[in-house]
C-alpha cells in the first residue's frame, strides 16, 4: 500500500469514525430530551408506547454509537492477528449493513415513499443534513472496510515495513 493509499484508507476511517460519533452525539442529546428519533426525523407518537424508558433507550444508542467509532479507529490500522481482524472486518460489514438501512429507510421516510416509517420530516435542513451525514458516514466506513481488508497482514504493524525490520 503506497503513501496515497494510506492516506485515503486513513482518510476513510477516520471519517467513518467521526460519523459514528456524530451519530452517538445526536443519541445523547435526544435522551437528555427524552425523545425518540433522529434529528430531523422525529419518531412517530405511537412509538414512545413500545419504549418504556426513552433516556435509557437512546443511551444504549449512544453506547452502540461509541462502539462503532471504535470500530471504525480499528479499521485504521488493522490488527494483524487473524481472528481479531475477521471480528473487526465482519463487525463493520455488519454494522455498514445497518447503518445503511436506517440511511435508505429515512430517505424513504424523507421522500414519502415510505409512510409506514412515519411522516415526512417537517423540517427540510435538519432532515437533509442527517441524510448526508449518514450516508457520508456509511460510504466512508464501507470504504476504510474494503480498504482494511485488502492491506496485507505482515504489513499492518510495521507501516509498509516487513516483519523482519525496516
Given amino acids: 500500500m503506497n503513501r496515497s493509499d494510506r492516506r485515503r484508507h486513513g482518510t476513510a ?18 435522551a437528555w430530551e427524552r425523545k425518540l428519533g433522529m434529528p430531523g426525523f422525529p419518531a412517530p407518537a405511537e412509538s414512545y408506547a413500545a419504549i418504556s424508558d426513552v433516556r435509557a433507550a437512546q443511551w444504549g444508542n449512544a453506547a452502540l454509537g461509541l462502539l462503532m467509532a471504535v470500530l471504525a479507529l480499528l479499521l485504521a490500522r488493522p490488527a494483524r492477528r487473524r481472528a481479531l481482524r475477521l471480528a473487526v472486518l465482519a463487525a463493520s460489514w ?18 414519502g415513499l415510505a409512510p409506514a416509517l412515519g411522516a415526512v420530516p417537517p423540517r427540510t435542513v435538519p432532515a437533509v443534513a442527517a441524510l448526508l451525514v449518514g450516508s457520508l ?8 472496510t474494503v480498504s482494511a481488508a485488502r492491506i ?12 523482519a525490520g525496516p
Fill in 13 to 30: 476511517a477516520l471519517t467513518a469514525c467521526f460519523g459514528a460519533l456524530a451519530y452517538t452525539v445526536s443519541k445523547v442529546h435526544l
Fill in 94 to 111: 455488519a454494522g455498514i449493513a445497518v447503518v445503511g438501512a436506517g440511511v435508505a429507510g429515512f430517505a424513504a421516510r424523507a421522500t
Fill in 137 to 144: 458516514w456509511v460510504g466512508a466506513w464501507a470504504a476504510a
Fill in 152 to 163: 496485507p497482514r505482515h504489513r499492518t504493524a510495521g507501516r509498509g515495513r516487513s516483519p
